[in-house]
């Protein structure tokens, strides 16, 4: 509550009586002073209660009629919903509303199944009072995002302005990359969302659906972009849990809106997303551009103010590196275009004597192998994980483990700028009939730390995707190819330090260590757990590689003062006053979304 109201103060200063006040205006001490609030048990379509909430500006005296920002949260008012309050001083009405199962609402969690009829029975009912002005705008940060994405399905004429926080429009990539369960977030987030046996069967759903099947469709956007008619804005994260669908989001909503929307869509990627705990490893003007540039974001999305940007443009990243000396005089900053830099994808493969080059092998019958052992599991350090450590942790030691293998660059005499997706390509064998291959890009450095940059999983029963899985033959003489995304980044490589690639059968428990037996989850039994004798080619008919996006340093520009462009943007707000106010806006956010999905 005490966060609320001092990110309130904030916002009070940006309308008074239709213009910009300065930041020294006087300000109230309790948030909900500025407005009317009213509560309501309101019916959906089948009759189940949700809890509602309304907040009205203060000055409201029945005749004016206003724009409602919505959140629809698992996590109730004072976990989430509270936020879109913040924009009440600026003349908006806001609703926040307990989706079914969860908090203060009837009826039972449905995995976003429901909520796009449910926000759709709340906008209707929105836009017949007699505060309503008709249009309705969403927010959404975290597991409100996912719902708020569904306000789209149904095609509602009310719906306008989105901004999304670390979330997705697509469920099933984000729980099963690759189709590879990610079992910590799974069952972490559910077990801290939803309450008693019903817990239960939201995980049983969600194990039967392994495979991408008509059950997803519910959370997946994808060929549904063209529904939405109105602007939009997102923020991610590099190391957040939902940074691929935070991504396909972005993308479909900028290039396959309705015409007269399309381009228009603002993204921010920071470092961390959820993993707040990783701030420590990226100390150049990471706070203030967390902070200053949110602010900015929705200030100009919902039209509260004119927004005067100047290098400040539609896409807008931090450019990561490491946090020795070397990284921080080449990276660590934000950059700003109107587009994503185009890369020059560049193959490097791995060799026999463990080395990775641009030069492809020329070997015959190249291969490693070694044994994996579920029993035995290589434990998960760092990553987009939520509620385990995160972010770009220390993977030395278990690079020494038997059952890793490794590939690595020679030191590097000069920066390596890497901006864009990051592709596999690897020719595999095993004696088993289903096994998993992970794959783990790290940084090098020249103390002999190897921090993770970004990793992913490919489980062979689902490699070919479709409904049913495609085992492996079991004899090792087999080499079957696999391709896999271990989604994007934005990272330099500094001078001295060397790229790594690891590849293993396990990362336990952010994924599910695959018994090898090819039974699928939605069994109980898991056993009998087999070892399995896994092979990884390199040669020249089996090349294994990596694909890297390789950009110019030229095509990364610095933003060299986030303050002075918040001033040049907003020019009657002082960004000190902002920051002394609330330093990490966002990180409070998502220190508020990790703290309520553990309730």
Same mark, same amino acid.
């Given at each position: 509550i005490k966060l609320c109201c001092r990110i309130a103060k904030m916002y009070k200063s940006l309308i008074l009586a239709g213009s910009f006040a300065t930041a020294s205006a006087a300000l109230p001490d309790v948030a909900v002073n500025e407005s009317r609030t009213f509560e309501l048990m309101l019916p959906a379509r089948d009759g189940v209660g949700l809890h509602t909430r309304v907040v009205l500006p203060r000055d409201d005296d029945g005749t004016q009629k206003y724009t409602t920002i919505v959140d629809r949260s698992p996590y109730g008012y004072l976990g989430l919903e509270w936020i879109p309050d913040i924009f009440v001083p600026a003349g908006f009405a806001t609703v926040g509303q307990d989706m079914r199962g969860t908090e203060e609402s009837e009826g039972r969690f449905s995995i976003f199944h429901s909520d796009g009829n449910d926000s759709e029975d709340l906008g209707n009912w929105i836009v017949q009072q007699p505060w309503s002005n008709g249009e309705i705008y969403s927010f959404g940060a975290s597991a409100d995002g996912l719902g708020a994405f569904t306000m789209v399905t149904n095609q509602p004429s009310w719906l306008s302005k989105q901004y999304f926080i670390w979330t997705s429009s697509i469920g099933y990539q984000v729980?099963?990359?690759?189709?590879?369960?990610?079992?910590?977030?799974?069952?972490?987030?559910?077990?801290?969302t939803v309450e008693g046996d019903w817990a239960d069967?939201?995980?049983?759903?969600?194990?039967?659906?392994?495979?991408?099947?008509?059950w997803w469709e519910a959370v997946d956007l994808t060929n549904k972009y063209d529904y939405v008619h109105g602007k939009s804005a997102f923020w991610a994260g590099w190391y957040d849990m939902f940074l691929v669908g935070n991504l396909a989001a972005y993308n479909g909503y900028n290039t396959q809106c309705q015409e007269e929307y399309r381009y228009t869509s603002m993204l921010t990627i920071d470092p961390l997303g959820h993993c707040q705990s990783a701030a420590e490893y990226f100390p150049q003007d990471l /706070?203030?551009?967390?902070?200053?540039?949110?602010?900015?974001?929705? /200030?100009?999305?919902?039209?509260?103010?004119? /927004?005067?940007r100047t290098n400040v443009q539609n896409v807008t990243f931090y450019v990561m590196s490491s946090n020795d000396e070397a990284g921080l005089s080449v990276a660590n900053y934000w950059t700003s275009a109107e587009t994503f830099p185009t890369p020059k994808m560049t193959d490097y493969y791995f060799h026999s004597d463990k080395t990775m080059s641009t030069s492809a092998p020329s070997e015959e019958n190249d291969k490693s192998t070694y044994v994996y052992d579920p029993a035995d599991p290589v434990p998960t350090m760092g990553g987009n994980n939520l509620d385990m450590p995160c972010g770009p942790l220390d993977q030395a030691e278990i690079d020494q483990r038997s059952d890793v293998l490794t590939f690595q660059t020679p030191v590097l005499?000069?920066?390596?700028?890497?901006?864009?997706?990051?592709?596999?390509?690897?020719?595999?064998?095993?004696?088993?009939?289903d096994t998993d291959f992970m794959v783990r890009l790290s940084d090098v450095y020249p103390t002999g730390e190897v921090r993770l940059i970004q990793d992913s999983a490919i489980r062979m029963r689902w490699r070919e995707g479709g409904q049913e899985p495609v085992y492996m033959s079991g004899d090792s003489s087999s080499v079957y190819e696999v391709t896999g995304s271990l989604w994007n980044t934005s990272y330099v490589l500094a001078p001295g330090h060397s790229v790594r690639v690891a590849v293993t059968s396990s990362n336990y428990p952010r994924f599910s260590a695959n018994p090898n037996n090819g039974k699928l989850l939605k069994y109980p039994d898991q056993e009998p757990l087999i070892v399995a004798?896994?092979?990884?080619?390199?040669?020249?008919?089996?090349?294994?590689?990596?694909?890297?996006?390789? /950009?110019?340093?030229?095509?990364?520009?610095?933003?060299?003062?986030?303050?002075?462009?918040?001033?040049?943007?907003?020019?009657?707000?002082?960004?000190?006053?902002?920051?002394?106010?609330?330093?990490?806006?966002?990180?409070?956010?998502?220190?508020?979304?990790?703290k309520s999905g553990k309730k």
């Open positions: 729980f099963y990359p690759q189709g590879t369960e990610m079992e910590e977030l799974i069952d972490s987030w559910i077990h801290g069967v939201c995980l049983e759903s969600i194990k039967n659906n392994e495979y991408y099947n008509s /706070v203030a551009g967390r902070t200053l540039l949110a602010f900015m974001q929705a /200030v100009e999305l919902y039209d509260i103010h004119d /927004v005067a005499t000069e920066a390596l700028p890497l901006t864009g997706p990051l592709d596999v390509t690897l020719f595999v064998g095993s004696d088993a009939i004798n896994n092979i990884l080619h390199h040669s020249a008919q089996y090349p294994s590689r990596i694909s890297l996006p390789v /950009v110019e340093m030229s095509q990364l520009p610095k933003l060299d003062d986030i303050k002075m462009e918040f001033r040049k943007a907003l020019p009657h707000l002082d960004p000190d006053e902002i920051l002394k106010a609330h330093p990490d806006l966002l990180g409070s956010i998502a220190d508020l979304a990790k």
